[in-house]
């Protein structure tokens, strides 16, 4: 099996040192992917920053080769499924490629739920992360309200090199429930797309198209 990748910055980088020997071709702005090229790879890794993907997305179409894009500022075309579709392709799109976060969506949804029947519980939702992040509160703190779909106070914190901690804590009265995430490494986002690449390689039930990371986990969840 052979996974190339496209940028090999911060996180593309990690992708390339964790394939080993399944590395097909490594693409930067020095040496930029071509058809020819990416058509000798099982599946293609793409980490290049939101405004470089104008420059790669056509060239990784047209290869239909299977791809993993962890690229974020970007608006993917809403003719990009029926393009990818064209050429038998399967691709895998996620702004957090972070395996145990969807594990994390799906206890948020159980929270949300049975939460109900709980005596007027209140909900909030912290986030810690190093000096130099700018947004604040992060993409994730709002991916998680979203999953809550609940009233929630949303409070950030910026220390030391912190790569990432959110908590969610449910309070009511009488009692207590904390759910916490902590990225340990930043590796961990190289290592889901990874996963991903492999299943879009090995899984022959998933289907031509775009799917995104968390209905690829569901899919594979549901099939074990
Ligand atoms: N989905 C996730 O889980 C996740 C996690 C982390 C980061 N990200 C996102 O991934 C993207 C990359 O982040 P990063 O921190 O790794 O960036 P980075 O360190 O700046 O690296 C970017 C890489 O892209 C390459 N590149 C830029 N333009 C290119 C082009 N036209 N053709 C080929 N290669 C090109 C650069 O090549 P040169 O070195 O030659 O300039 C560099 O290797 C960002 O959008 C970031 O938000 C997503």
């Known amino acids: 099996m052979k996974i190339s990748v496209i940028g090999t910055g911060k996180t593309g980088g990690r992708v390339v040192e964790l394939l080993g020997n399944d590395l097909g ?17 099982d599946a293609v890794i793409i980490f290049v920053p939101g405004d470089a993907v104008p420059e790669v997305i056509d ?3 047209e290869s239909g080769v ?8 970007y ?24 395996l145990g976060m969807n594990l994390i969506r799906k206890s948020i949804e159980v929270i949300s739920a049975g939460s109900e029947i709980l005596i007027d519980p209140e909900f909030h939702i912290h986030e810690v992360h190093h000096i130099h992040k700018k947004d604040a509160p992060s993409g994730t703190a709002l991916s ?11 409070t950030s914190a910026r220390e030391g090199d912190v790569k990432g901690i959110h908590e969610l804590t449910l309070k009511t009265a009488t009692e207590e429930i904390t759910l916490k995430h902590k990225a340990l490494d930043r590796s961990l986002f190289a290592e889901g797309a990874i996963w991903a ?15 995104t990371f ?11």
Do not use: Y
């Open 197 to 211: 690449a492999k299943q879009l390689i090995n899984n022959s039930s998933i289907e031509t198209g775009i799917c």
């Open 75 to 98: 608006d993917w075309p809403e003719d990009l499924d029926s393009k990818v579709k064209a050429h038998h392709s399967k691709w895998v799109i996620a702004s957090n490629f972070s």
């Open 214 to 224: 968390g209905q690829l986990f569901d899919q594979v969840m549901e099939e074990q």
């Open 66 to 73: 299977p791809a993993a894009w962890g690229s974020t500022g």
């Open 59 to 61: 060239t990784v179409i």
């Open 25 to 41: 071709e490594a693409f930067d702005e020095g040496n930029p992917p071509t058809v020819e090229k990416l058509k000798k790879s």
């Open 144 to 154: 998680w309200k979203e999953w809550l779909n609940r009233e929630a106070e949303v």
